[in-house]
T-cell receptor, first 116, second 111 residues
Framework: EAQVTQNPRYLITVTGKKLTVTCSQN?????MSWYRQDPGLGLRQIYY???????DKGDVPEGYKVSRKEKRNFPLILESPSPNQTSLYFC???????????????FGPGTRLTVL | SQQGEEDPQALSIQEGENATMNCSYKTSINNLQWYRQNSGRGLVHLILIRSNEREKHSGRLRVTLDTSKKSSSLLITASRAADTASYFCARAAGNNRKLIWGLGTSLAVNP
């Protein structure tokens, strides 16, 4: 089944403890992206990647890192999480490297992160 | 803000009625997309309409785009309880590499 998977789906952690949220897609998509969703603020893009080894900042990249070593995987890394990073996180992918402006985005199921 | 704005913020209708949601934006677009989200779950793509298109249909969904008014609307005809969800518009920014999202319309379809 064509899909975007994220793990974990739920995570409660403490301030400063490094964590990684994995994202994987099996559709051979070029473009991948991370969003966070917060009440009253909507979806905001954190980072995106147009191809392997190509990543760029979105609107709210502070406090996050990403890497794209393989086409199918795009992990989100929080080196030192803080409570203001408590949010619902979504990974998404699109077929074309040009980005979601040209093509449908497929979303993962979301990761609900709580940082205490 | 670069965000699009949907209205209404919330809409409650009875099954069988039509639901109309609107989206406005401030700068020019390459395309505009509508997505649905069920109760904090993942988003599902509904329709993409390009700036040179005026109307698109998909099943019970109809999207219109008026670039002169910088607005779009999503019409769901003959609504069902399963249509209960939040609906978001998102527009491609100038370089197409990201989407800018509205805050969504929360639709409740009552049986």
């Amino acid at each position: 089944e064509a899909q975007v998977t994220q793990n974990p789906r739920y995570l409660i952690t403490v301030t400063g403890k490094k964590l990684t949220v994995t994202c994987s897609q099996n559709m051979n998509h070029e473009y991948m992206s991370w969003y966070r969703q917060d009440p009253g603020l909507g979806l905001r893009q954190i980072y995106y990647s147009m191809n392997v080894e190509v990543t760029d900042k979105g609107d709210v990249p502070e406090g996050y890192k990403v890497s794209r070593k393989e086409k199918r995987n795009f992990p989100l890394i929080l080196e030192s999480p803080s409570p203001n990073q408590t949010s619902l996180y979504f990974c998404a992918s699109s077929l074309l490297a040009g980005g979601p402006g040209e093509d449908t985005q497929y979303f993962g199921p979301g990761t609900r992160l709580t940082v205490l | 803000s670069q965000q699009g704005e949907e209205d209404p913020q919330a809409l409650s209708i009875q099954e069988g009625e039509n639901a109309t949601m609107n989206c406005s934006y401030k700068t020019s677009i390459n395309n505009l997309q509508w997505y649905r989200q069920n109760s904090g779950r993942g988003l599902v793509h509904l329709i993409l309409i390009r700036s040179n298109e005026r109307e698109k249909h998909s099943g019970r969904l109809r999207v219109t785009l008026d670039t002169s008014k910088k607005s779009s609307s999503l019409l769901i005809t003959a609504s069902r309880a399963a249509d209960t969800a939040s609906y978001f518009c998102a527009r491609a920014a100038g370089n197409n590499r990201k989407l800018i999202w509205g805050l969504g319309t929360s639709l409740a379809v009552n049986p």
